[in-house]
């Protein structure tokens, strides 16, 4: 089995070793250990929660440099939708598409069009009704891999179908080998990604062998380049293709509005969607047929790689998704492509909670487990380097911790230490004991700490 | 762990919605740290999930105790509340005797003791008028 592969990264440099991350951390996946913070690969899911509430920027994402693009003949980009929030003075979506462009590709082609067509096909599965209730979207790669570590029993859950991204790329590596008479592999498709889990989505895809896309260029990265050729954007391009439905994939909320029934629900914020799992898990959710999960708080317009402040974004592409419904494109009307949607592969339950192989042993564990948390002060404090007193139990019998790391344990054990000292202190030998000066230098002592 | 058994006791406290449920919740963390597989622990989950909220809703709350061993788990639910008259009656989908108040807030809709029934693999449930009731819930493991 290949190494398991995550993209969300430590700059140990900038890392104080502060507690921010771990706390916040849905799947326990940090522990800070000589000062830094450390992440437990197979735990991390990379819903990029870190990179957002680490003060010190010392959280980040693998993408691939912008350089990378040199190394195919023909070029193309596939913004998210997200990317169109991001840019607050852009007169239309075309302006920013050609700018893309500009920056060094040879063709753009948009997500929020490969989305239009993921809905109709999502469309089609709510009405044939052969589906386990509620059916979850599986639009966001981290959502996905939640499920697969904290909630296995909904993995059939799962919507099986291509994410908007791959589909992207399919078409346009299938349209352009076709059209331009090369091979499928000189053409370079490149994801202008809003988040860290995308990334891992393409360079360790759960679903299939290997991912249609070569490459994901941050929004962060690659913004400054399209901000500064905006304004030089002389003939404008007519490259946009996708209707206010793909467009508003970027908003959360987007993709369960798009499929014309009211039984939807949609929740953002990794926070948020553990709970409503949980709630699903608990069957209390039974009249939703679809589930729209987004790991960041208000979609992928919030995503760690973007520039735009969530908020602002959100009225920025209000605009674009106005101005598509007033041209009247309808991207979910079209019928022309054909392309198969329906995952290859499976996910699987990836067991990383597991304390022990064997059952025996880990009854065992939990046991030791449960008595060391009894006895731990459960003020969560982090100080230890782990999330909670739970996790530091669990990081105990898991052979990674000591008691000691907890610094009340400690400060017990040193004063309990502290007493045997003084205990042995006025155990002088025989020969050398004049009781007076004994006595006397207690009492002394006694007398600076009581001040 | 005494015999290979682990036991575990809650509370489950009286008119607490936000706090039902969390039994249940730590009984599914413990069988996924022992590596129990994800469908007997949702099995386990929701039976004891819809037992827990029935302690809350009809009986003032309550006291679960789980035992876990290799073969099993055992859930016993235990409450001093109003017990059920009619057991038959209650185990029939949709039949409620909670009341609007606890409907509107899209509890009580009938579909507890069937749930249990559901999930379970044995359910004992001993009850008297008055008294209060009892539910056994086991779920095997092998």
Known sequence: MSPYFHSVTLDEAKCKGCTNCIKRCPTEAIRVRKSKARIINERCIDCGECIRVCPYHAKKAITDSFDMIRNYKFKVAIPAPSLYGQFKPAPSRNHILTALKMTGFDHVFEV????????????????????????????????????????????????????PMELAAKIVKNEFSKSLNIPQ??????FITPCAAKVTSIKAPYEKE?????????????????????????????????????????NSGGESTALGTDKVLAVDGIHNVISILEEIENEKLEDVDFLEALACQGGCLG????????????????KYIDEAKKKG?????????????????????????????????????????????????????????????????????????????CIFKLREKVRSLAMQMMELEEKMPPVLDKEGNVKKKTRKRGDKNEG | MTNGIIRQNFVIPADDFTAAGEASSSVKKMLIQLGVDPQKVKKTAISMYEAEINAVIHANGGIASVEIDRNKIF????????????????????????????????????????????????????????????????????
């Open chain 1, 329 to 405: 494109i309808d991207g979910t009307q079209d019928k022309n492509y054909n392309y198969d949607m329906v995952w290859t592969g499976n996910v699987e339950y990836r067991p990383i909670m597991k304390l022990d192989k064997d059952f025996e042993v880990a009854m065992k564990k939990l046991e030791t487990l449960h008595a060391i948390n009894k006895e731990l002060p459960g003020l969560d404090c982090g100080a230890c380097g782990a999330p909670s007193c739970r996790a530091l139990a669990e990081d105990i019998v898991r052979g990674s911790a000591n008691e000691t790391d």
């Open chain 2, 75 to 142: 859930i016993r639910i235990e409450d001093h509340g109003p017990g059920i008259p009619d057991v038959e009656l209650a185990m029939k989908e949709g039949y409620t005797t909670a009341p609007d108040a606890i409907r509107e807030m899209g509890f009580g809709a009938g579909m507890g003791l069937p749930n249990m029934k559901r999930y379970a693999d044995l359910l004992e449930i001993k009850t008297e008028v008055g008294k209060g009731t009892t539910v056994e819930i086991t779920v095997y493991l092998s």
């Open chain 1, 303 to 318: 995503g760690p790689l973007t520039v735009e402040n969530m908020f602002v974004a959100k009225v920025v592409i209000k």
């Open chain 1, 185 to 190: 592999s000189d053409i370079g498709v490149f």
């Open chain 1, 210 to 250: 290997k991912s249609f896309v070569d490459g994901a260029i941050s929004i962060s990265d690659i913004y400054l380049k399209i901000l500064s050729v905006l304004n030089d954007v002389e003939k404008v391009e007519e490259i946009q293709e996708a209707g206010f439905v793909g467009v508003r994939w970027a």
């Open chain 1, 112 to 163: 929020a069009r490969a989305a239009e067509i993921i809905t109709a096909e999502t469309k089609k599965i709510l009405t044939e009704g052969k589906f386990p209730k509620p059916l979850i979207s599986s639009a966001c790669p981290a959502v996905v891999r939640l499920i697969q570590v904290r909630f296995p029993s909904l993995i059939d859950n799962i919507l099986k179908l291509e994410s």
